[in-house]
């Protein structure tokens, strides 16, 4: 069912941003999001970049962080779980991809 993905895809075209990227944990799961994300962005949208990382590899993790970082995405979205969210923010803090607010 890719209606979540189609909803986000909408979301972000309407708010009139162009590109984003895609952050995932590498599971059936993460893997299903990115790709119904990508169909939802369709021609409308640029995917600049998609990332993944196994569970908790905090390895794997900074490096997809570091690609993302590496395509100039403004935007990004992340299919996490909540015990990854603080490491991966930890990076993305790191490489600057965070602004305050």
Same mark, same amino acid.
């Given at each position: 069912?890719?209606?979540?993905? &189609?909803?986000?895809?909408?979301?972000?075209?309407? *708010?009139?941003? /162009?590109? $984003?990227?895609?952050?995932? *944990?590498?599971? &059936?799961?993460?893997?299903?999001?990115? /790709? @119904? #994300?990508? $169909?939802?962005?369709?021609?409308?949208?640029?995917?600049?970049?998609?990332?993944?990382?196994?569970? #908790?590899?905090?390895?794997?993790?900074?490096?997809?962080?570091?690609?993302?970082?590496?395509?100039?995405?403004? *935007?990004?979205?992340?299919?996490?779980?909540?015990?990854? *969210?603080?490491?991966?923010?930890?990076?993305? @803090?790191? $490489?600057?991809?965070?602004?305050?607010?």
């Amino acid at each position: 069912d890719c209606q979540p993905t &189609a909803l986000m895809a909408s979301a972000i075209k309407a *708010i009139g941003w /162009q590109s $984003f990227a895609i952050l995932h *944990i590498n599971d &059936a799961w993460g893997r299903s999001l990115a /790709q @119904d #994300l990508m $169909f939802a962005a369709n021609d409308a949208l640029s995917v600049t970049a998609t990332a993944s990382y196994s569970f #908790l590899n905090k390895a794997e993790m900074e490096a997809a962080v570091r690609l993302v970082f590496e395509s100039g995405a403004r *935007i990004v979205v992340l299919a996490a779980f909540e015990a990854e *969210i603080a490491t991966l923010a930890g990076f993305a @803090d790191a $490489f600057g991809m965070l602004t305050p607010g």
